[in-house]
Nanobody, 122 residues
Framework: QVRLVETGGGLVQAGGSLSLSCAAS????????MAWFRQTPGKEREFVAY????????YYADSVKGRFTISRDNHQDTVMLQMNSLNADDAADYYC???????????????WGQGTQVTVSA
């Protein structure tokens, strides 16, 4: 398993940008596909973005396509999420995840971070 720690959440105005980072520790980070999910109170965890092991394949939820970019640095054992043109619907707790055990868009991953909160003000 890999330990994941997210940073970079905070308060941002609508229309603004925020960059999240997820640092991994443990073995063989470069062998794990990675993803970002988000969750608001009372709702299920929702897929945001996915990146494969070498970073050449990415997938996005329709709601964030064109605004968010997922990337990874296998030398630094880090996966990032650049979020632009944020709106109220993007406010949530954001989680990074490693190694899907099912379809990449399902919240079924072997390792999860503790989450970082993103708040969007009007």
């Amino acid at each position: 398993q890999v330990r994941l720690v997210e940073t970079g959440g905070g308060l941002v105005q609508a229309g603004g940008s925020l960059s999240l980072s997820c640092a991994a520790s443990g073995r063989a980070f470069s062998t794990y596909p990675m993803a970002w999910f988000r969750q608001t109170p009372g709702k299920e965890r929702e897929f945001v973005a996915y990146i494969n092991q070498n970073g050449l394949r990415t997938y996005y939820a329709d709601s964030v396509k064109g605004r968010f970019t997922i990337s990874r640095d296998n030398h630094q054992d880090t996966v990032m999420l650049q979020m632009n043109s944020l709106n109220a619907d993007d406010a949530a707790d954001y989680y990074c995840a490693a190694n899907p055990v099912g379809a990449y868009f399902l919240p079924e991953y072997s390792s999860w971070g503790q989450g970082t909160q993103v708040t969007v003000s009007a």
